[in-house]
């Protein structure tokens, strides 16, 4: 059975995750928004700090788990990688159910394959779990440092809130033309 979800577990070194921490942390760091409107605080939807990478050791990393996800499972028309966000989540930081499209954008390009690499050791926090909505089979193992996990930008997923300690992870999309 193909799952709706790739996932790499451990597929990156501790030397890589910490050199992508370290990449992440040179970077000016800013409070994380959202790209459709809200009603209310958008703390209330999310809520972390985040810094954007460009970096060509990392492309080529995420470039090699898109298209080995693409290819495994999805068959997407996806060629653009864009910048990378770094992602620090403190006590108290979240990140309520979302997809990753922006179906309300006028671009020729929509997001098609969302990653999330797991940066932080899980013995690092608390809380900060990375769930998919309505997915079967249920994902596990993700906490596993230096994982890698793709699928469809438009699956609703979320990080729960952090009860304790820190959890860095890194977020890219691979874009492609406009969903038809």
Same mark, same amino acid.
């Given at each position: 059975m193909r799952n709706i979800w790739q996932l790499f577990e451990g597929a990156l070194s501790d030397e890589d995750c910490d050199k992508i921490i370290e990449l992440g942390k040179t970077q000016k760091q800013e409070d994380a928004t959202i790209f459709r409107n809200v009603s209310g605080n958008a703390d209330d939807v999310r809520k972390s700090k985040v810094s954007w990478i460009i970096d060509p050791w990392l492309n080529d990393y995420q470039n090699y788990f898109f298209k080995v996800a693409n290819a495994n499972a999805f068959g997407f028309a996806a060629d653009l990688l864009p910048d990378a966000q770094f992602t620090t #989540?403190?006590? +108290?930081?979240?990140?309520?159910?979302?997809?990753?499209?922006?179906?309300?954008?006028?671009?020729?390009?929509?997001?098609?394959?969302?990653?999330?690499?797991?940066?932080?050791?899980?013995?690092? #926090?608390?809380? +900060?779990?990375?769930?998919?909505?309505?997915?079967?089979?249920?994902l596990e193992n993700f906490q596993t440092r230096g994982s890698v996990l793709v699928f469809p930008s438009y699956l609703r997923h979320r990080v729960t809130k952090i009860t304790k300690g820190e959890r860095k992870s890194l977020v890219n999309w691979l874009e492609g033309p406009r969903w038809k």
């Open positions: #989540y403190n006590e +108290g930081d979240h990140y309520t159910w979302h997809y990753d499209v922006n179906w309300e954008a006028d671009r020729g390009y929509d997001r098609k394959l969302s990653m999330v690499i797991q940066l932080s050791d899980p013995k690092d #926090y608390e809380g +900060g779990i990375f769930e998919f909505e309505e997915t079967l089979p249920k």
